[in-house]
C-alpha cells in the first residue's frame, strides 16, 4: 500500500526515505542527503551519499529546508540539543535553485 506522497519506482528495490520537513516519502534519488558535522555544530549537504555518520534526507528546496529549521527537524533527526548551523545546505540549495552555470566561449 502506498502513503500519500510516494512515487512508484522503477525498481521494486529502489530504497523509500522519509523527508525530515514535509515527511513525505519519496525515493532516496529524489532527496538530498545530509549529515552532521558535530565539530561544527552544522548540517552538511551530501549529494554525492559518500560522507560518513548518521545522514537525514530532505526534499531539494528552500521551502522545505525552511520548514525543516522551524520544526527543528535536523536537531531531532541528529540527536542533538539546541540549534545547528544548516547554512551550508541553504547555500547548496540556493545553488541548485540557480542552475548550472553557463560559461560562453564566443
Excluded at 555544530?41 to 525543516?68: C, F, H, Q, Y
Aim: net charge positive; proline share 6%; aromatic share 4%.
Amino acid at each position: 500500500m502506498r502513503h500519500e506522497g510516494e512515487h512508484l519506482t522503477d525498481s521494486p528495490t529502489a530504497p523509500i526515505r522519509t523527508c525530515v520537513a514535509t515527511r513525505k516519502r519519496l525515493r532516496d534519488s529524489e532527496l538530498l542527503r545530509v549529515v552532521y558535522d558535530a565539530e561544527a555544530n552544522a548540517v552538511i549537504a551530501d549529494p554525492r551519499r559518500r560522507k560518513p555518520g548518521r545522514g537525514a534526507w530532505i526534499t531539494p528546496s528552500l521551502e522545505a529546508l525552511d520548514l525543516a529549521e522551524k520544526r527543528h527537524a535536523f536537531a531531532r533527526a541528529f540527536r542533538v540539543k539546541g540549534n545547528v548551523n544548516t547554512g551550508h545546505v541553504r547555500n547548496h540549495l540556493a545553488d541548485i535553485a540557480d542552475g548550472p552555470e553557463i560559461v560562453r566561449t564566443t
